[in-house]
């Protein structure tokens, strides 16, 4: 194995430790990324935008202070690929929407300023849907990225094109977010671990108006501690958003191998309403029941959660059309095709439905919350489906013969942003025809810890990183 093709497969942590010893050098790293974008990204439309040049300047500087013996961060010289919804200063930052063809912010997201005072260097944007309101990735001014297991399949979203740059070796790690399973979603698509930290946990300022009580910001990676170590990069309050949390008061990474063997883990193959494909249902409840088998304890629960899919929609349409009502006609001539399918709802939609939907959110955190009274962890599939084809639009109208809603099958994933609980998506299996499977494990309020821990456990029994796709 060549030096090149060992240092995209590295790890973040991996990568760190090569650097400070002095074994790799940044610009040898960054010039590795860059290479294999080149060759990768053309076929998967992950990047829409690199810093290619900022990038090797920070990398020359990242070197000296090597060279100098300078103090260096936990992310000293380690690429990182960030989502085209967050803001870098200085960088295009699209929204994957004409509205913001050319844009560049003034400021850096909080995290964005965490992550470059770690040391991180960052390699691009990565694609999204517009404005992210979809679970797939596609958009009017990028086109759609592909899923790195069969490229006439989505990523899935809207941290699509994050998801695929990290299972590719494009980087080794990214941050996406999450209003209703854009971090989960594509993860478990495309077959990498992916974890959405509690409301409030990772600051979200600067941001464009929207999803304000559904966002998490997360990292998206190849294994558990590192997702570990870009928590505590990027975790703890800023005043500039007034959600975010006091500080986790602990080390992520430190603490990841503290056992979970004592906890008590509830597996639900539908919470009560989700339609599933049947070979998802197999691997989930399969690989569920491979960790019980490995000395953990996994009861297998019948729930009954409110489905809350026309809430989710009601909320996001509600939401999107306050925050760009005024340049709603505008718009309209220039967004990307199939929402002009769902905009005509904020005709109808009143201010009672959306107080309505935040009564329910109450309804279903009261079932949550008993699952959580006698369970510290919840597992169920990530997806009702594995990635479906392109031409599908935004999912399938069937799942296991039955019709469904344009979003049922992210039926397991947004009802946790409605609660605002942490919860991850592990890899946990293949279909016949070589798609990842995801296991979502959901933890209780404010509990990132746990459910990297947890998720650093099922990684043990079941791991995924030596799976590459066929690219």
Not at 191 to 211: D, H, Q, T
Not at 330 to 356: G, I, Q, S, T
Request: include cysteine; hydrophobic fraction near 40%; charge should be neutral.
């Amino acid at each position: 194995m060549s030096k090149k093709k060992e240092i995209i497969w590295m790890s973040a942590i991996e990568l760190a430790k090569s650097i400070k010893k002095g074994e790799l050098s940044p610009v040898e790293v960054v010039d590795a990324f860059y290479n294999r974008i080149k060759k990768i990204n053309p076929e998967i439309n992950a990047f829409v935008t690199l810093t290619e040049e900022s990038a090797r300047k920070e990398a020359e500087a990242a070197e000296k202070a090597v060279k100098s013996r300078k103090k260096l961060g936990p992310l000293h010289g380690v690429p990182v690929a960030i989502k085209d919804n967050i803001p870098v200063k200085g960088v295009r930052t699209t929204y994957g929407s004409k509205l913001y063809e050319n844009y560049v912010p003034q400021e850096d997201m909080v995290l964005v300023e965490r992550l470059k005072n770690a040391g991180a260097i960052i390699l691009g944007k990565t694609n999204l849907p517009e404005f992210g309101l979809i679970p797939i990735t596609d958009n009017p001014l990028f086109g759609a990225s592909k899923n790195p297991w069969d490229r006439t399949k989505t990523t899935g979203g809207s941290s699509g094109g994050s998801a695929a740059a990290v299972a590719t070796g494009m980087c080794p790690i990214a941050v996406g977010n999450d209003g209703g399973g854009s971090i989960r979603v594509p993860c478990s698509l495309c077959g990498v671990f992916g974890l959405k930290p509690s409301l409030g946990r990772i600051p979200r300022w600067p941001a464009l108006p929207g999803w304000e009580t559904m966002a998490s910001e997360g990292p998206i990676t190849r294994n558990v501690a590192d997702a570990a170590l870009m928590m505590d990069v990027m975790a703890g309050p800023d005043n500039r958003d007034y959600l975010s949390l006091p500080p986790p008061g602990v080390s992520y990474l430190e603490n990841l191998e503290k056992g979970v063997k004592k906890k008590k883990f509830a597996y639900s193959p539908d919470l009560g309403y989700a339609v599933v494909d049947p070979e998802v249902l197999e691997i989930t409840r399969k690989a569920a029941f491979d960790f019980a088998d490995a000395g953990y304890g996994v009861e297998e629960v019948k729930l009954d959660f409110p489905n809350m899919e026309g809430d989710l929609v009601n909320q996001v349409v509600a939401e999107t059309v306050a925050a760009y009502g005024d340049r709603l006609e505008e718009w309209k001539n220039v967004c990307y095709k199939p929402y002009l399918d769902f905009l005509w709802l904020a005709d109808a939609l009143k201010a009672v439905d959306y107080v309505k939907t935040q009564y329910r959110r109450k309804e279903l955190w009261e079932k949550v919350r008993r699952v959580f009274e006698k369970y510290d962890f919840l597992l169920t599939p990530a997806t009702a489906v594995p990635a479906f084809n392109l031409e599908l639009g935004m999912g399938p109208s069937q799942i296991a013969g039955k019709p469904v809603g344009a979003v049922s099958w992210i039926a397991f994933t947004y009802p946790f942003n409605f609660t605002g609980q942490p919860a991850a998506s592990v890899p946990c299996g293949f279909t016949k025809d070589k798609l990842p499977v995801g296991l979502q494990i959901v933890g209780n309020r404010f509990d990132e810890l746990g459910v990297l821990q947890a998720s650093r456990a099922f990684e043990k029994v079941l791991p995924w990183q030596d799976k590459k796709p066929p690219i």
